[in-house]
């Protein structure tokens, strides 16, 4: 962990206590079972915009608290430990872009609302199903775009969209020329196939070039928290299960092929853990975000994979039913994975980042 | 004992500081040496040394800035870490290293000042700042290697003085070493509480060393025989007894310099990208030709970053809560384990060309390599096999249970 401020130590256990208390897995499986589009619940959602979750990157000015990205990670672990389900990530990368590239209006218009959890906000870029921000094809003539956006995550409640098109990111409000249809993957939240058709849009023009690639960077290290508190809290509850099934007439946990197994899950994790904190903590220092994004998602798709795969199979034939929770951590690990850049995606962009 | 003022630390007494090593290395360091320290010179055993080194050597020595945080009052530099860390950048900044190493630093120094009487502090700690004096670890024996409390080699007490007899083995430098700080069985009665910790010099009638020759092609570890050899009380350092506990601490000095917070780390060179682009060729677009090669650096790469920012926030974290972290326990396994990974790669990379043993045809970069690569097979087995510091981890972090 790192070496955390006062405020971001008040933040993080306010998190936790109100994820571990107020949202356990219990509380996602409800969601679940409800089958519904926007896979989350909207009174949990108001709650925690009510505790400043939803502008801990958003300016004072704007309405937010202007935190930081390491705080908001510390949030999004936490979420991610209880599969706490909620649009803050999106809403807040989405966020970040008209922070980033937007006018005063636009500023004035969107930021206040998106921090105050009313306006539900999102990144549309992806043309297909693995993360390829080189091609795309949505264009804007005239001020109206058109195209489509695949997977687009918190689609289906998002108010407002923060879409990549040929020429640059533009903003389109839900309504006019937009529809939604709903893409019902593994991890039941939000995905959504969006079709522009003549949809007013807006220009975030002042962002300059790198702005989408500012933009990704900034979703990927935000999924990468969440993996990193679901990592950790697969971790914690293998260590749990292993303290306590008995086999043999032994503890699990006694056994030293799973002991070192254990040993090795834990160092790949502090690992996780380093290159995400330092991905949050170099957007907060400003400049150049890609290397570090680049790796923390890297490592994060690499140990949230490992790590979700041996929580089934330390655990067993119970870690396979769906009455445990296991599978949760599985599903939604896998589409994190997929989700802004796969490991070979983003091993690739170090590779050229680093000049070979 | 002298009591030393704790240095001042203010930002502006640091960059005075800096000012004051900057002169200093400017005065000091021979130009002619920079960049010229050789990593693998710790496991070459001492070599004739150019009257340039000796010269370096000796004055880093009386500056007792080769052991910086050491007190002044016994030969160290008396430095804060702050200050510290200032030397150790300015050192990097003008090219220089600390020649002053070895197990004395690494090891047996900072266990003496915490256990050592006064007498045998002011006799060996000095010695060991200037680099004058070598020490070797017994502690490894033939059936006592990572169940090391099951150590023989028993010293018998006659009077004033012990009578040792056994073997060690693994005694690292041993051939060169002028002393040697030992565990011994001084009771059979007990394990860990039957142990003891002595001060043995290598020229005592009855020590005999055989080095042992590794695979790399290096002799660096020997095996070391003690004859009634007769070691004086006063070379007890605690209590009889007492030595698994000295012995201990020892090991977590040593476990620390084998991590990333030592030098053992230290990659310097080109990186593996560039050699592979000078062995394998780059496409039009600069990129390794290899992709899959190409994919695996990266990830050596990334793996590398990720360690490098563990060690970083491990010592920020222990600064912060003013102990040693507990994620410090896997900086060992994950920086040795990288460490050959990345020799693999070099070697795969540079294909038969970077397997040369020998002689013509080779440069010397690349027989360095070799060796480099061999002999780092031996970093997850020394100081605490991989497999022991699982254990490690696994029972004391993770609270996973001993076998009933």
């Given at each position: 962990?790192a070496?955390?401020?006062e405020?971001?130590?008040?933040?993080?256990?306010?998190a936790?206590?109100w994820?571990?208390?107020?949202?356990?897995?219990?509380?996602?499986?409800k969601?679940?079972?409800?089958?519904?589009?926007?896979g989350?619940d909207?009174?949990?959602y108001a709650t925690?915009?009510?505790m400043?979750w939803t502008?801990v990157?958003?300016?004072?000015?704007h309405g937010?608290?202007?935190?930081g990205?390491?705080?908001?990670?510390?949030?999004i672990?936490?979420?991610?430990?209880?599969?706490?389900?909620?649009?803050?990530?999106?809403?807040a990368v989405a966020?970040?872009?008209?922070?980033?590239?937007g006018?005063d209006?636009?500023?004035?218009?969107?930021?206040?609302?998106i921090a105050?959890?009313?306006?539900?906000?999102?990144?549309?870029?992806?043309?297909g199903?693995?993360?390829?921000?080189?091609?795309?094809?949505?264009?804007?003539?005239?001020?109206?775009?058109?195209?489509?956006?695949?997977?687009?995550?918190?689609?289906?409640s998002?108010?407002?969209?923060v879409?990549?098109?040929?020429?640059?990111?533009?903003?389109?409000a839900a309504?006019?020329g937009?529809?939604?249809?709903r893409?019902?993957?593994?991890?039941?939240?939000s995905?959504?196939?969006?079709?522009?058709?003549g949809?007013?849009?807006d220009?975030?023009?002042?962002?300059g070039?790198?702005?989408?690639e500012?933009?990704?960077?900034?979703?990927?290290v935000?999924?990468a928290?969440e993996?990193?508190?679901?990592?950790?809290?697969?971790f914690?509850?293998?260590?749990?299960?292993?303290?306590q099934r008995?086999?043999f007439?032994?503890v699990?946990a006694?056994?030293q092929?799973?002991?070192h197994?254990?040993?090795?899950?834990?160092?790949?994790?502090?690992l996780?853990r380093?290159?995400?904190e330092?991905?949050l903590?170099?957007i907060?220092r400003?400049?150049?975000?890609?290397?570090?994004a680049s790796l923390?998602?890297?490592?994060?798709?690499?140990?949230?994979?490992?790590?979700?795969?041996?929580?089934?199979?330390?655990h067993?034939?119970?870690g396979?039913?769906?009455?445990?929770d296991?599978?949760?951590?599985?599903?939604?690990?896998?589409?994190?994975?997929?989700?802004?850049g796969?490991?070979?995606?983003?091993?690739?962009?170090?590779?050229?980042l680093?000049?070979? | 004992?002298?009591?030393?003022?704790e240095?001042?630390?203010?930002?502006?007494?640091?960059e005075?500081?800096?000012a004051?090593?900057?002169?200093?290395?400017?005065?000091?360091?021979?130009?002619?040496?920079?960049g010229?320290?050789?990593?693998?010179?710790?496991?070459?055993g001492p070599?004739q040394?150019?009257?340039?080194?000796?010269a370096?050597?000796?004055?880093?020595?009386?500056k007792?800035?080769?052991?910086?945080?050491?007190?002044?009052?016994?030969?160290?530099?008396?430095?804060?870490?702050?200050?510290?860390?200032v030397?150790?950048?300015?050192?990097?900044r003008?090219?220089?290293?600390?020649?002053?190493?070895?197990?004395?630093?690494?090891?047996?120094?900072?266990?003496?000042?915490?256990y050592?009487?006064?007498?045998?502090?002011?006799?060996?700690?000095?010695?060991?700042?200037?680099?004058?004096?070598?020490?070797?670890q017994?502690y490894?024996?033939?059936?006592?290697?990572?169940?090391?409390?099951?150590?023989q080699?028993?010293?018998?007490?006659?009077?004033?003085?012990?009578?040792v007899?056994?073997?060690?083995?693994?005694?690292?430098?041993?051939?060169?070493?002028?002393?040697?700080?030992a565990?011994?069985?001084?009771?059979k009665?007990?394990?860990q509480?039957?142990?003891?910790?002595?001060?043995?010099?290598?020229?005592?009638?009855?020590?005999?060393?055989k080095?042992?020759q590794?695979?790399?092609?290096?002799?660096?570890?020997?095996?070391?025989?003690?004859t009634?050899v007769?070691?004086?009380?006063e070379?007890?350092?605690?209590?009889e007894?007492q030595g698994?506990?000295?012995?201990k601490?020892l090991?977590?000095?040593e476990?620390?310099n084998?991590?990333?917070?030592g030098?053992?780390f230290?990659?310097s060179g080109?990186?593996?990208?560039?050699?592979?682009k000078?062995?394998?060729?780059?496409d039009?677009?600069g990129?390794?030709?290899?992709?899959?090669?190409?994919?695996?650096?990266?990830k050596f790469?990334?793996d590398?970053?990720?360690?490098?920012?563990?060690?970083?926030?491990?010592?920020?974290?222990?600064?912060?809560?003013?102990g040693?972290?507990?994620?410090?326990?896997?900086?060992?396994?994950?920086g040795?384990?990288l460490g050959?990974?990345?020799?693999?790669?070099?070697?795969?990379?540079?294909?038969?060309?970077?397997?040369?043993?020998?002689?013509?045809?080779?440069?010397?970069?690349e027989?360095?390599?070799?060796?480099?690569?061999?002999?780092?097979?031996?970093?997850?087995?020394?100081?605490?096999?991989?497999?022991?510091?699982?254990?490690v981890?696994?029972?004391?972090?993770?609270?996973?249970?001993?076998?009933?």
């Amino acid at each position: 962990m790192a070496v955390l401020t006062e405020e971001q130590t008040m933040l993080r256990d306010m998190a936790r206590d109100w994820a571990s208390n107020e949202s356990p897995v219990t509380a996602w499986r409800k969601i679940r079972d409800a089958n519904t589009a926007t896979g989350y619940d909207p009174a949990a959602y108001a709650t925690m915009a009510e505790m400043g979750w939803t502008g801990v990157i958003i300016p004072e000015a704007h309405g937010g608290s202007d935190f930081g990205w390491l705080s908001l990670g510390l949030v999004i672990e936490e979420l991610g430990k209880t599969m706490a389900a909620s649009p803050i990530a999106a809403s807040a990368v989405a966020a970040s872009a008209i922070l980033l590239g937007g006018n005063d209006a636009q500023k004035d218009a969107y930021l206040p609302r998106i921090a105050s959890g009313e306006l539900v906000a999102t990144l549309a870029v992806d043309e297909g199903p693995r993360h390829d921000p080189s091609v795309i094809t949505a264009k804007v003539e005239d001020g109206k775009l058109s195209g489509t956006k695949a997977f687009v995550a918190e689609g289906d409640s998002a108010g407002l969209f923060v879409v990549a098109a040929t020429d640059g990111l533009y903003l389109v409000a839900a309504g006019e020329g937009v529809s939604v249809d709903r893409r019902h993957l593994v991890d039941f939240r939000s995905h959504a196939q969006m079709t522009f058709d003549g949809a007013p849009a807006d220009k975030l023009a002042s962002g300059g070039a790198d702005l989408l690639e500012a933009v990704l960077d900034r979703a990927a290290v935000l999924a990468a928290a969440e993996m990193l508190g679901m990592a950790g809290q697969a971790f914690d509850t293998t260590l749990a299960y292993l303290k306590q099934r008995v086999q043999f007439g032994q503890v699990l946990a006694t056994f030293q092929a799973l002991q070192h197994r254990m040993a090795n899950l834990f160092s790949d994790i502090e690992l996780m853990r380093s290159a995400v904190e330092a991905g949050l903590s170099a957007i907060d220092r400003g400049g150049d975000t890609r290397q570090a994004a680049s790796l923390a998602k890297a490592k994060a798709n690499e140990v949230g994979h490992l790590m979700s795969r041996e929580l089934i199979q330390l655990h067993g034939g119970i870690g396979m039913t769906d009455e445990y929770d296991a599978g949760f951590y599985l599903k939604r690990m896998r589409v994190l994975e997929q989700l802004w850049g796969n490991t070979a995606f983003h091993r690739e962009r170090f590779a050229r980042l680093s000049g070979f | 004992m002298a009591t030393l003022a704790e240095p001042e630390t203010g930002a502006d007494s640091l960059e005075a500081f800096r000012a004051e090593v900057r002169e200093w290395l400017a005065a000091n360091f021979p130009a002619s040496l920079k960049g010229k320290d050789n990593s693998m010179s710790a496991v070459e055993g001492p070599t004739q040394e150019a009257p340039e080194q000796a010269a370096w050597r000796k004055a880093m020595g009386e500056k007792g800035w080769g052991v910086p945080t050491w007190p002044a009052e016994y030969g160290g530099g008396g430095l804060s870490r702050a200050q510290a860390k200032v030397l150790q950048e300015e050192m990097a900044r003008a090219g220089a290293w600390n020649p002053i190493g070895g197990m004395g630093v690494m090891m047996f120094g900072p266990t003496l000042l915490e256990y050592g009487n006064e007498a045998q502090k002011r006799e060996h700690i000095p010695a060991i700042a200037k680099g004058e004096v070598r020490w070797c670890q017994g502690y490894s024996e033939p059936n006592a290697g990572s169940d090391l409390a099951n150590l023989q080699t028993f010293a018998e007490d006659k009077g004033d003085h012990y009578l040792v007899n056994g073997q060690k083995t693994w005694t690292s430098g041993g051939q060169w070493a002028h002393k040697c700080f030992a565990i011994v069985r001084t009771d059979k009665t007990q394990k860990q509480g039957g142990i003891t910790f002595l001060l043995i010099d290598m020229d005592s009638p009855g020590v005999e060393v055989k080095p042992i020759q590794m695979i790399s092609g290096m002799s660096p570890f020997c095996e070391t025989f003690f004859t009634n050899v007769k070691v004086p009380k006063e070379n007890r350092v605690g209590e009889e007894g007492q030595g698994w506990t000295i012995g201990k601490r020892l090991l977590q000095h040593e476990r620390t310099n084998l991590s990333g917070g030592g030098s053992a780390f230290r990659v310097s060179g080109p990186s593996l990208a560039d050699i592979a682009k000078k062995y394998v060729g780059a496409d039009d677009q600069g990129r390794v030709a290899d992709p899959d090669l190409r994919a695996r650096i990266a990830k050596f790469e990334m793996d590398w970053r990720a360690f490098l920012l563990t060690a970083m926030r491990v010592q920020a974290e222990s600064k912060a809560v003013g102990g040693v972290s507990e994620v410090s326990s896997i900086l060992k396994t994950v920086g040795t384990k990288l460490g050959q990974e990345r020799a693999e790669l070099m070697i795969e990379i540079q294909g038969l060309q970077g397997l040369g043993w020998e002689g013509e045809g080779f440069t010397p970069q690349e027989i360095q390599g070799v060796r480099a690569w061999l002999f780092g097979k031996a970093t997850t087995i020394y100081g605490g096999s991989t497999e022991i510091q699982n254990n490690v981890i696994a029972k004391r972090i993770l609270g996973m249970l001993d076998h009933q």
